[in-house]
């Protein structure tokens, strides 16, 4: 069955200092894997997707196949970067046919 | 701008009480997905439609009935809710092209 792991359900970094969340994934086909996430009083968007391959606003995420993870990383945390991050798992044509969320993890940068 | 437009936002209802929560939008998709997220559970899919009058049961659709009747509308109800339903509701729309989703405001549903 799919399912995706967020381990953290609270991660605090200092403002600065580097970020990782985590994300694991099940599926025994060829998955596609977003990263989604919801800012304060805002809806829930798209952050990046692995196909794009692209960093978007510092962040980065690697597609590990070998270990089934799909971490998101960004060297220099950033206050703005304070939200709740969920990890999505898609298959199907482009990952259209379905999307399982994982539980999210709320990250808050300190000052 | 395309949009996606969820009402009511907020709803406090009794146990025992129909409830309809709509969605539109402009985006001229043809997928649309109404998610429930509560807190510690994430978003957890409760119906999804593909087309007009195309409906498919996501992971959790016992209690819930969706109607969709044409491409820019996908409502959901409650025939009986009750307080275990309680939960903030995302409708959204996909990309089928990129594969993103777009989603609504999110309407914050309360059953007493």
């Known amino acids: 069955a799919q399912r995706v792991t967020q381990p953290e359900k609270l991660l605090s970094v200092f403002k600065g200092a580097p970020v990782e969340l985590k994300c694991n994934y099940s599926?025994?086909?060829?998955?596609?894997l977003f990263w989604y996430v919801q800012y304060s009083r805002q809806r829930l968007q798209l952050l990046l997707r692995?196909?794009s391959r692209e960093s978007i606003k510092g962040f980065t995420a690697d597609l590990n196949k070998g270990e089934t993870s799909f971490h998101l990383k960004k060297p220099f945390a950033q206050e703005e970067d304070s939200a709740m991050y969920y990890c999505?798992?898609?298959?199907?044509?482009?990952?259209?046919?379905?999307?399982?969320f994982g539980t999210g993890t709320r990250l808050t940068v300190i000052p | 701008d395309a949009d996606v437009t969820q009402t009511p936002r907020n709803r406090i209802t009794k146990t025992g009480k129909r409830i309809m929560l709509e969605c539109s939008q402009t985006?001229?998709?043809?997928?649309m997905y109404w998610y429930r997220q509560d807190p510690g559970l994430g978003l957890r899919l409760i119906y999804y439609?593909?087309?007009?009058?195309?409906?498919n049961k996501g992971e959790i659709s016992d209690g819930y009935s969706v109607s969709r009747q044409a491409q820019a509308k996908f409502s959901l109800s409650l025939e009986s809710a009750i307080p275990n339903q309680t939960a903030l509701y995302f409708c959204?729309?996909?990309?089928?092209?990129?594969?993103?989703?777009?989603f609504g405001e999110g309407s914050r549903l309360t059953v007493l």
């Open positions: 999505a798992l898609g298959w199907g044509q482009t990952g259209a046919n379905n999307l399982f």
């Open positions: 599926y025994s086909g060829s998955p596609e």
């Open positions: 692995h196909i």
């Open positions: 985006k001229g998709h043809d997928r």
């Open positions: 439609s593909f087309d007009v009058k195309d409906i």
């Open positions: 959204a729309t996909l990309n089928g092209n990129t594969g993103e989703l777009f």
